[in-house]
């Protein structure tokens, strides 16, 4: 597999047990928040994105929560399955990006689920 | 089906040699972005384009060329003058004017300066 997952933070969790990936932003402007998957070898994948006049948007077995307050995200998985074995990363998208999706990413978390 | 190609997947070069990396999109996407992502490190921003024959530098842009003469291509250059070129590379795009920050990935390319 690839090797940009390297030193990074991991969070190992059973099959079937909840997820919880947090993730500490540094721009009280951004407009967008969002989580990416990435697969080893792959390019990563958008999961989901809430906006900042929101605290919480729910998807498919997925829940993101924003507190502006301390700047905080965290990326909740319900029933982890091994298929979400990946790295995953937060990125913030600045009010000031112009139209582009200028994204400021996170260093990401190894997430290893274990049957 | 509608994506994003990256070729090649692997790329060795020897020192002070130039090398293209290719990325093609079939999305009808106008914005297209060049990151590079290090072992242990998020994505940082080489170079973007909204529209075809304009593009602007990224975080990271020293040591890298694009151009953008079709909307469907926007190949980076790695040229000699980039010091640590080492790295994984991705192609994204994005939909127009849809600011929220879903971004579109290829499959990325991997260069190794031997």
């Known amino acids: 597999g690839e090797s940009v997952g390297l030193h990074l933070p991991t969070l190992s969790v059973q099959e079937g047990d909840n997820s919880i990936i947090n993730c500490a932003y540094s721009?009280?402007?951004?407009?967008?928040f969002i989580w990416y998957k990435q697969e080893s070898g792959k390019g990563p994948q958008f999961i989901i994105d809430?906006?900042?006049?929101?605290d919480k948007r729910q998807g498919q077995r997925v829940t993101v929560l924003l507190n502006k307050t301390v700047k905080h995200l965290s990326l909740q998985i319900a029933a982890t399955q091994p298929g979400d074995s990946a790295v995953y990363f937060c990125?913030?998208?600045?009010?000031?990006?112009?139209?582009?999706?200028?994204?400021?990413f996170g260093a990401g978390t190894r997430l290893a689920v274990h049957p | 089906d509608g994506g994003i190609t990256q070729s090649p997947k692997y790329l060795f070069r020897k020192e002070g040699q130039n090398v293209t990396l290719s990325c093609e999109q079939n999305?009808?996407?106008?914005?297209m972005y060049w990151y590079r992502q290090d072992p242990g490190q998020g994505l940082r921003l080489i170079y973007y384009?909204?529209?075809?024959?304009?593009?602007q530098k990224g975080d990271i842009a020293e040591g890298y060329s694009v151009s953008r003469e079709k909307k469907e291509s926007f190949p980076l250059t790695v040229t000699s003058a980039q010091k640590n070129p080492t790295a994984f590379y991705l192609c994204?795009?994005?939909?127009?004017?849809?600011?929220?920050?879903?971004?579109?990935f290829g499959e990325g390319s991997r260069l190794t300066v031997l």
């Open positions: 994204a795009s994005s939909t127009p004017g849809r600011g929220t920050g879903e971004l579109f």
């Open positions: 384009s909204q529209i075809v024959n304009d593009f």
């Open positions: 990125a913030e998208n600045p009010l000031f990006s112009g139209g582009y999706n200028k994204l400021i």
């Open positions: 999305l009808n996407h106008d914005a």
């Open positions: 721009n009280s402007a951004s407009d967008y």
């Open positions: 809430i906006r900042s006049n929101m």
